[in-house]
């Protein structure tokens, strides 16, 4: 039977760490500031998760692109078998 009494709980909105700082700024030469939006596997991780506006994940992603092609940043991890 559904119980009324139990509600899902919302955790707090994210707010975007760059609009919330006018100070930071995306470039791709950082690979420092960009490790924080990848995960271990080497993938971007998604606006919903890193809390970002629309805006600024696009310039994440371009950045994180950019570094991995000029080898700042690495595609992939390799897994031993």
Do not use: W
């Not at 760059?18 to 990848?38: E, G, H, P, R, V």
């Amino acid at each position: 039977m559904y119980d009324r009494r139990r509600r899902r709980a919302f955790p707090r909105r994210k707010v975007c760490r760059f609009c919330a700082d006018s100070k930071l700024k995306i470039d791709y030469k950082d690979a420092k500031q960009l490790k924080y939006f990848i995960t271990e596997r080497g993938k971007i991780i998604p606006r919903r998760i890193s809390g970002n506006c629309a805006r600024h994940q696009r310039q994440v992603t371009l950045a994180v692109k950019r570094a991995r092609h000029i080898a700042l940043m690495p595609y992939t991890t390799i897994q031993p078998h």
